[in-house]
């Protein structure tokens, strides 16, 4: 039995034993493309290791028995087998030749990667979902071998195959061992740009150190688009990386300092240099590649190759729009809606919802001062199932959650009691601290919503719910009490600013300011003066919209607190508006936050467009005994200050008694 070949002796049609990642390594050697040596341990070692140890049949009954929407279910098979593999011994005639291939390489430290017999096809991808190991030298290589076995059995795997069609198909797993490249940079790159789709257009991602801080989101990387005819660079976002992901001389990573991280990654020639390989790549196989690729000692190497699963292959699937749906309208700052999203991105990198870092997945979109933040429901929901996986399978991960959020949260205290900091350093240092605590805050708020998880697991999350809606209320106001401080200069436009835009020092003109003031959209970076409609047939995105009838009397709600009153509206949307309300006003906003509660005393009654019983609205209503209707989607307008309304909260109804006429 064949049991280890050479990337030289593989090929595209090699899938069924090397996987798609070893065939795609196969056939790029064979068509002289710049790729590590190595060699693919075949998946018929793995299916030999299994079937003489009497795995196969162990694994097979516990498959069977798996109940693929029960989350305990999964997580328990997947502990089971992968605890038969990792404590089986590998076969005596696997181990030479491993072994002997291993030192053929002459290579002290190699990469090794799991590659699933099904995986990376044109409409699906395995990227993420089975382990690699970088840098492992030869004490590891057996155990890491094992590991990549194991992983095809992981609780995300395993679920992949149930949402891909694959449960009932046979998938077998090959790992490819291959010289470690000592990465000055390193990073993504795609044959054609997957968000515009414009087939004329390639995009690289670039960063210092190993690859692996780009695709597990833990750096933001340079973006360089290329057109392709002519060929030139179009666009330059250069970004300041503080940490790379660097090898240790005993083999394994850790992350280092990184010296002028503020530089373009590649310079102009190099970026040029790399789309030429980037196009021959593309050329050989006949369609869009993704692309990782390393920089050693001034030569390129690639290291992987795949088709794009995400872009659009024909003309019906241009009707089958991508629908995001409204999660909130905030009076945010552009500040905090960039720290916000890269909380956002880090949090579900951290579970393996993988996000290439220019992939719209979530979009604000500021119109007269309020931010309006939409997503991809897919990803929330791919999100959730995650992180069943993650609690379940790790007892303590909740525990060491909030431990780490707790520590984040004492840093963040003494900041923000201050009215405003004194100084650009004092800002900056808030800010990092404030961008970490928003990797917590998403799940904090998450966690309290999904019935499915144990109540122990609610209550501490409601605990820290109503920390974070304090720590976000706060932070935005002194980032933007600090900017007016600052700056002087452009008071009245203190929300509109970048964070780039603050560390430079280099602040748009008053007339540009004006503009974003009106509205601009921000994914992961700003984009100026365009409308949310324009954006989404340019992005092929459907947003879900506020459509009310304004001739309604009446708006109905979820039930925060119950009781009954009447009384005359207050409207408040800005956080400048908040002191406005008299007492005995029913309160209307789109959702209250901390910095309402001055406003909520005074109030007779609340009404919110939004949230649900564990949001801010709901509990402090119960706190103050004051009816409250959550949930109308439509009060802050439909309602207007001045209106006489009757809020019913024993059934979730408001009507309206008399509208007020000026």
Known sequence: MEIIRTFNKLGKEDVSIAGGKGASLGEMTRAGIPVPEGFVVL???????????????????????????????????????QSLILNSKIQKDIVEEVVKNYKKLGAKYVAVRSSATS??????????????????????????????????FTPRAIFYRIEKGLHKEKVSVAVVVQKMVESEVSGIAFSVHPVTQDKNQLIIEAGYGLGEAIVSGQITPDSYVVEKNPRRIIDRNITNQEKGLYRINNGGNEWKSVKDGNTQKLNDKEILELSELILKIEKH????????????????YIVQSRPITTLIDNINELNNKIQFMKTSTRDFSLEYVEVRHKGLVNLLNSVDVKLKNDKIFYVTYNENGLISSYLDPFVLEQAIK?????????????????????RCIKKIDHFITKKNLKSKDELNEFIKIFTEANYYIPLAILLPTIDQLPKEVRDISMKYRLKSDKIVDYGDLLIINTVKLLHPEIEGFEKYITLEELKSNSLP?????????????????????????????????????????????SLKGDIACNGKIRGKVKVILLKEEIDSIKKGEILVTTMTTPLFLPAMKKASAIITDEGGITC?????????????VIGTKFASHTFKDGDFVEVDADNGVVRIIKKNEK
């Open 43 to 81: 998946s018929n070692a793995f299916e030999e290791f299994i079937e003489e140890t009497d795995l196969n049949v162990e694994i097979d009954s516990i498959l069977h028995k798996v109940k693929h929407d029960d989350i305990n279910s999964v997580e328990t098979a997947s502990e089971r087998i």
């Open 119 to 152: 995986e990376d096809s044109a409409s699906a991808a395995w990227a993420g979902q089975l382990d690699s190991y970088l840098n492992t030298t030869e004490k590891s290589l057996l155990e890491n071998i094992k590991k990549c076995w194991a992983s095809l």
């Open 285 to 300: 196989y006949g369609f869009p590649c993704d692309i990782e690729f390393a920089k050693e000692k001034g030569k390129f």
């Open 386 to 406: 995650m992180f069943f996986v993650k609690i379940q399978g790790d007892k303590e991960f909740i525990k060491n959650f909030f431990d780490e959020f707790d």
């Open 509 to 553: 003109l008053i007339k540009e300011l004006r503009k974003r003031k009106k509205d601009y959209i921000f994914t992961n970076r700003l984009i100026d003066n365009i409308d949310l409609e324009k954006f989404g047939i340019e992005n092929n995105i459907n947003f879900e919209k506020d459509i009310n009838d304004k001739n309604l009397d």
């Open 616 to 628: 801010h609205a709901a509990i402090i209503s119960r706190e103050l005994k004051k009816p409250c």
